[in-house]
C-alpha cells in the first residue's frame, strides 16, 4: 500500500516567521511531488511542484526534496496570516496515472 | 476562464436514491478524476479517465460508477447511495495524468440519509 504521511497539525507559528511543513512517503519509485493549499471550504490549489532533489523556490514558498530520505518539505518564509490553511502533499509514481495525497497539514499563522 | 465546474454545490438525499453529479472542464484536458474529502483521510481517489471511454478504479470505488463519452464531461454516479457516501466530492482534471498540475471543481458536499 502506497502511503503519504503528514502531520496533521494543527502547527502554530508566529507571523512573520518561518513555516515548515513534511511529507514522508513510502513509494521509492516516485518521480513527482506536489504541495496544494486548501483553504476551509475550498477546493484545494497548488502551490508547488517539485521533480529532482534539492530546493525549489517560489516568492515566499521553498519545496525540499531528498529522494534518499524519502521525505518532501514545504518552507513558508515571512508567514501570513493568509498563508493559514491545511497544506497537502501529493506524490506521484513514475508517469502512473495516480496521485497518493497526504490527509494534510492545519497551519495557523498568529498575528 | 479556464475552470472545472460541478454540479450540485450540495446535495441531500436518501438511502438508495439513485443520483448524478455532473463535473465540466473547459481545457481541453485529457485526465480526469473524482475524489472524496472525509475529515483526517485526506483525498481519496474514487475513479479516474485517461481519455474518452478510458476509465480506471481509484483507491475507493465501491458503490460508485462513472463513464466519460466527451472530452469535457466525467459524471459521478452513486446507484444506491448509503450513509457512508456522505461526504465532500472533488472532481478534478490535468492535461494528460497524475503527474501534472491538477485543477480541481469547487467540491460537492454530499448528505445522505
Known amino acids: 500500500q502506497k502511503e503519504v504521511e503528514q502531520n496533521s497539525g494543527p502547527l502554530s507559528v508566529p507571523e512573520g516567521a518561518i513555516a515548515s511543513l513534511n511529507c514522508t512517503y513510502s513509494d521509492r519509485g516516485s518521480q513527482s511531488f506536489f504541495w496544494y493549499r486548501q483553504y476551509s471550504g475550498k477546493s484545494p490549489e497548488l502551490i508547488m511542484s517539485i521533480y529532482s532533489n534539492g530546493d525549489k523556490e517560489d516568492g515566499r514558498f521553498t519545496a525540499q526534496l531528498n529522494k534518499a530520505s524519502q521525505y518532501v518539505s514545504l518552507l513558508i518564509r515571512d508567514s501570513q496570516p493568509s498563508d493559514s490553511a491545511t497544506y497537502l502533499c501529493a506524490v506521484n509514481e513514475d508517469s502512473n496515472y495516480q496521485l497518493i495525497w497526504g490527509a494534510g497539514t492545519k497551519l495557523i499563522i498568529k498575528p | 476562464e479556464a475552470q472545472v465546474t460541478q454540479n450540485p454545490r450540495y446535495l441531500i438525499t436518501v438511502t438508495g436514491k439513485k443520483l448524478t453529479v455532473t463535473c465540466s472542464q473547459n481545457m481541453n484536458h485529457e485526465y480526469m478524476s473524482w475524489y472524496r474529502q ?46 457512508n457516501q456522505t461526504s465532500l466530492y472533488f472532481c478534478a482534471s490535468s492535461l494528460a495524468g497524475g503527474w501534472e498540475t491538477q485543477y480541481f471543481g469547487p467540491g460537492t458536499r454530499l448528505l445522505v440519509l
Open chain 2, 38 to 83: 472525509d475529515p483526517g483521510l485526506g483525498l481519496r481517489q474514487i475513479y479516474y479517465s485517461m481519455n474518452v471511454e478510458v476509465t480506471d478504479k481509484g483507491d475507493v470505488p465501491e458503490g460508485y460508477k462513472v463513464s466519460r463519452k466527451e472530452k469535457r464531461n466525467f459524471p459521478l454516479i452513486l446507484e444506491s447511495p448509503s450513509p
